[in-house]
């Protein structure tokens, strides 16, 4: 795997909530982990192992406590927040479990939110990717309507689409399918399956889903904040 | 245009907020406008009120005067090691003429600030028709100056404003007390045998009884005649452009001329102060109401603020920068603000418009589009401060946290 491959790795990364009171709490020991492009890989973890501490690391909402973080072969520890957020925005797509979407916002709008949060006013070509987007998640026609009317399953796809809308270079996911019934979650992995052949971004995903995870090419097994496996490494 | 584009989300984002929750953004802004229309409303009027009642007292009187330094006794000082008892007693003011008064109207004339100078001759006299007599005071003036100090013109109720000759002017409730219309003559009477008959040329009415019931207007040269002050006059009558200034003027102007000058606010301390007490007071009110609709917006803002919490943290997640998270939330106050006090500028209006159908009537109250649009300035400014506190705080959120806050 070439350098310019990489997307993400991870060096020594540890993260300590609290440091220096009694109340001091590692989560992550130390990870060494790569991601490369096109790689579909899945998180795997039982609750309270750092998995959800781990991606909020990743992806840069969190920072670690020591190690480093590399993210499209930039170090990032010492970024300031502005920088940060501004990486976040060009470099990072999220899908969170609850699909968190905006309702005050029509469906287009909440697509188009990452470019507009980049440059204001969105371009005609914006406006074109994110129809292109909503055809791709089988939401054609919906643009207009409120993300509040959408159910469950729609609301999910909408907040693909716009994780894509910036074409990162990551896509983390949150249990994406974790509140989603069985048919709906096996569409919404088709999903990222299909997005991940088609973008060749990098995505991972949290879940605990065993189907889904069986069907990610590699899996990274994450048990007391340390990695104890890590199958199907490309 | 560049600025707008620049905050094209942060309007689209914070219009957004506020229309999504319409009952909140309804109530805040009903209560700003209560706010706004209260202060619009009691500004205007109390505004109202003053520039009348100061129009009604300047309207018959000039802002300051200058006379002559009132005669004193002049004490001759001990000698050495002796100590003088002196009792005096005050000396009668005689009418004087204002030494070398031309050079003083020129000067005055050509001081800053100030609008117009009249050279005047007053003093008493007994006017006289048969049997009848009134004690009145005589006014010798230059009309062309004395017009734009007090307009008579403007008061009248018959005749002409003119006073050549032997031609005068009297007020309605002299011309009443001694049965006189235009044309019909009186005999001005100044004491010691300095006696003129006069032909009433015009009757004017300004409004203040007494100033009705003594004033003659009447030829500077006959004024002087009747008072003995031959080519001299009493007192020099001025208006200035700010006439809350006029106290300071008539400072500066005594220590000029060596003269006494008197403003129209040491003539009328009480009105004065009644009306400083007044300004004072709807200051008060406009600052406590000011501050009541600061906190209205900031507690609005501040529940605004942890209801949006999940929906920061997704901003924030999706690389929405601090400041501008900061800056939806400031933008917010700053709307609310203008919206709310745009209303209430338009209730105030309607308010004043109500109250000069239905009020007393004395007096008509404008409200001037500066109020409205000061009020609505400071509204949004109060606004955008207001915000601070629960904007500081958005932006604070770790959106990490901030995106699981159910």
């Known amino acids: 795997m070439s350098d310019t491959q990489e997307v993400l790795r991870l060096e020594g990364l540890r993260k300590v909530y609290n440091p220096g009171t009694p109340q001091e709490l590692e989560v992550l020991h130390g990870l060494d982990m790569r991601l490369a492009r096109g790689e579909l890989t899945a998180l795997i973890g039982p609750s309270g192992s750092g998995k959800s501490t781990l991606l909020n690391v990743i992806g840069l909402l969190d920072s670690p406590s020591a190690g480093e973080l590399y993210l499209l072969g930039q170090p990032t520890r010492t970024l300031d927040d502005e920088a940060r957020t501004r990486l976040r925005n060009e470099a990072i797509g999220f899908v969170f479990q609850f699909h968190h979407l905006i309702s005050a916002f029509s469906v287009l709008d909440n697509v188009l939110m990452p470019l507009m949060i980049r440059h204001g006013k969105p371009e005609p070509a914006d406006v074109q990717l994110a129809e292109q987007l909503l055809a791709q998640v089988g939401l054609e026609g919906f643009a207009g309507k409120r993300a509040g009317q959408l159910s469950g399953g729609q609301q999910q796809r909408v907040a693909i689409a716009r994780a894509l809308v910036t074409r990162p270079a990551l896509l983390l996911a949150d249990e994406p399918t974790g509140n989603l019934d069985t048919r709906t979650a096996e569409q919404v992995f088709e999903l990222f399956r299909e997005i991940n052949r088609e973008f060749g971004c990098a995505v991972l995903v949290v879940t605990h889903d065993p189907r889904l995870s069986a069907s990610c090419r590699r899996s990274i097994e994450l048990v007391d904040g340390r990695i104890v496996r890590d199958t199907g490494v490309a | ?301 501040a529940v605004s603020v942890v209801q949006r919490t999940r929906e920061i943290g997704i901003l924030r997640a999706m690389g929405s920068p601090r400041r501008q998270v900061m800056r939806v939330f400031l933008l917010q106050g700053g709307l609310l603000g203008l919206a709310g006090s745009a209303l209430g500028g338009l209730v105030g209006w309607a308010l004043v418009m109500v109250f000069n159908l239905m009020g007393p009537g004395l007096f008509f109250v404008q409200v001037p589009t500066g109020l409205v649009l000061s009020a609505m300035g400071v509204a949004t400014l109060t606004g955008v401060l207001a915000a601070v506190a629960p904007a500081r705080r958005a932006a604070r959120y770790d959106p990490a946290v901030a995106i699981r806050y159910v």
């Open chain 2, 1 to 301: 245009m560049r600025w707008l584009d620049a905050l094209w989300l942060e309007w689209k984002i914070a219009l957004a907020f506020l229309f999504d929750n319409k009952l909140q953004t309804l109530l805040i802004m009903v209560g700003i406008a209560v706010g706004s229309a209260v202060i619009v409303f009691i500004t205007a009027l109390i505004t109202g009120l003053q520039a009348n009642v100061i129009e009604r007292t300047l309207g018959t009187q000039a802002h300051l005067k200058v006379q002559m330094p009132d005669d004193a006794n002049r004490v001759l000082p001990a000698p050495d090691g002796a100590v003088a008892l002196v009792l005096e007693s005050p000396r009668a003011q005689r009418l004087r003429s204002l030494s070398n008064w031309q050079a003083l109207r020129d000067l005055l004339d050509g001081q800053p600030q100030v609008l117009a100078v009249s050279p005047l001759a007053t003093g008493p006299a007994i006017a006289r028709r048969g049997l009848a007599r009134a004690s009145v005071a005589l006014m010798g003036i230059d009309p062309d100056r004395y017009q734009r100090i007090v307009p008579v013109a403007r008061d009248l109720v018959a005749g002409r404003f003119s006073i050549e000759g032997d031609q005068v002017a009297i007020g309605s409730e002299l011309a009443k007390d001694l049965g006189l219309s235009v044309g019909d003559k009186l005999r001005l009477d100044g004491g010691q045998g300095r006696e003129l008959i006069m032909r009433v040329a015009g009757i004017f009415e300004l409004g203040v009884r007494e100033l009705d019931s003594r004033y003659v207007y009447l030829d500077l040269r006959q004024a002087q005649i009747l008072l003995d002050l031959p080519g001299g006059v009493t007192q020099i009558d001025l208006t200035v452009e700010e006439i809350f200034a006029a106290e300071e003027i008539a400072e500066r102007l005594a220590r000029l001329t060596g003269m006494q000058a008197e403003s129209w606010m040491a003539t009328n301390g009480q009105l004065l102060n009644a009306l400083s007490s007044q300004t004072m007071t709807t200051q008060m009110i406009r600052i406590f109401v000011g501050l009541s609709v600061a906190f209205g917006i900031a507690s609005v803002l």
